[in-house]
């Protein structure tokens, strides 16, 4: 059975810093790309970042520089480092691993950024 699971998520002020955790079990994760997606309120689903098997991470415009995808595939863990947050990064995080046609979706961890 397939379980992906985040965590990490919480309350933070505008300019803090949050690292969320993505464990994954019952798959060969090291050959998954891997990404963080997040949906705020009343918006459509983005992708933050991700990275792939082999090759370099990749972040939407609003996060470089800001956010760090990593992958530890010993642990079958994936993270997003969070600095300097702001307000607008107010949304709940899922992560999505994907392979070929297969894909897999954690239940979401809320990131509430306050002003």
């Known amino acids: 059975q397939v379980r992906v699971v985040e965590s990490g998520g919480g309350l933070v002020q505008s300019g803090g810093s949050l690292r969320l955790s993505c464990a994954a079990s019952?798959?060969?994760?090291?050959?998954?790309?891997v990404g963080w997606y997040r949906q705020a309120p009343g918006k459509q689903r983005e992708v933050v970042a991700s990275?792939?098997?082999?090759?370099?991470?990749n972040y939407t415009d609003s996060v470089k520089d800001r956010f760090t995808i990593s992958r530890d595939n010993a642990k079958n863990t994936v993270y997003l480092q969070m600095n300097n947050l702001k307000p607008e990064d107010t949304a709940t995080y899922y992560c999505?691993?994907?392979?070929?046609?297969?894909?897999?979706w954690g239940q979401g961890t809320q990131v509430t950024v306050s002003a």
């Open positions: 990275i792939a098997r082999e090759g370099s991470p």
């Open positions: 999505y691993l994907r392979f070929v046609s297969l894909g897999y």
């Open positions: 019952g798959i060969t994760f090291s050959i998954y790309t």
